[in-house]
């Protein structure tokens, strides 16, 4: 069976929570049963670069905003049109936008959002981010699927005035068992030391039997599930 092709469109591929969460889903995915491409709306950044080490096509539209030219929209188009994916997947609200508009114009794929954020103090971003995630909320109807990391995002996004259809909750999770498929790791934190503390999108898994060469056995007697990690900043007032 050939593989489903797979265009993920973002805002940026520099370090953050949604690239590196992009990062662990495409380095993950069994390729040969999906085959994955990124398109980055602004430059290719530090984890574009690393996934295209890997061997995973990151191309760039070289925005130095995300206000979308002409120019930008139809080499987009074009790029679509050349891979013929069969799922778009868009990730954070001026890639939905975008991604929605390149499916108006290329009939046939499947339109999948990603919206990876609860409550965001609007009041900090510029004028675009908040002019674009009011048309998303009008035009959400209109996604196949709506993915997103929490039912508080889903909720949240409800309020906006989202559709209340098509939702697929999808929680920030790793399979950290050797053996089983029974996840029981957990990183547990306070509310202010996500918002503080926390660096976003740098929790993870080490997978010590890849890092070392295990074998199953060797791996078994090491341990029958893998450690979880996390990154905290130190420069915060509430450290402790």
């Known amino acids: 069976m050939a ?3 797979i265009l993920h469109i973002i805002t ?6 949604s690239e590196m969460m992009l990062e662990k889903l495409c380095c993950r995915m069994r390729r040969d049963r999906f085959q994955q491409t990124v398109l980055s709306l602004k430059r290719v950044g530090s984890v574009g670069r690393r996934l295209q080490d890997t061997g995973v096509p990151v191309h760039s539209l070289g925005l130095s905003g ?4 002409p120019r930008a929209f139809l080499e987009a188009v074009k790029l ?3 891979l013929r994916p069969h799922i778009i997947q868009t990730w954070l609200y001026h890639a939905d936008f975008f991604g929605l508009l390149i499916s ?13 954020c609860a409550q965001m103090e609007l009041s900090h971003y510029p004028f675009h981010t908040r002019l674009t995630r009011w048309t998303c909320r009008w035009l959400s109807r209109h996604a196949d699927a709506i993915l997103t990391n929490s039912i508080a995002a ?5 309020s906006l005035g989202y559709t209340r259809y098509k939702w697929v909750v999808i929680e920030n999770g790793f399979d950290t068992m050797t053996k089983t498929d029974w996840t029981y790791d957990r990183i547990v934190l306070l509310n202010g030391t996500y918002h503080g503390e926390y660096v976003a999108g740098s929790r993870g898994v080490f997978y010590f039997d890849a890092a ?9 007697n090491v341990s029958d599930h893998y450690p979880v990690y996390a990154v905290y900043r130190t420069d915060q007032p509430d450290d402790d």
Not at 12 to 17: K, L, P, V, Y
């Open 104 to 116: 108006w114009v290329v009939p046939g794929v499947r339109m999948v959002w990603n919206i990876r």
């Open 66 to 69: 995300v206000v979308i030219n």
């Open 154 to 158: 889903r909720d949240y996004h409800f």
């Open 12 to 17: 940026s591929t520099d370090a953050g929570g």
């Open 212 to 220: 070392y060469g295990l074998n199953q056995k060797l791996t078994e």
């Open 80 to 82: 679509v049109r050349l």
């Open 3 to 5: 593989p489903i092709r």
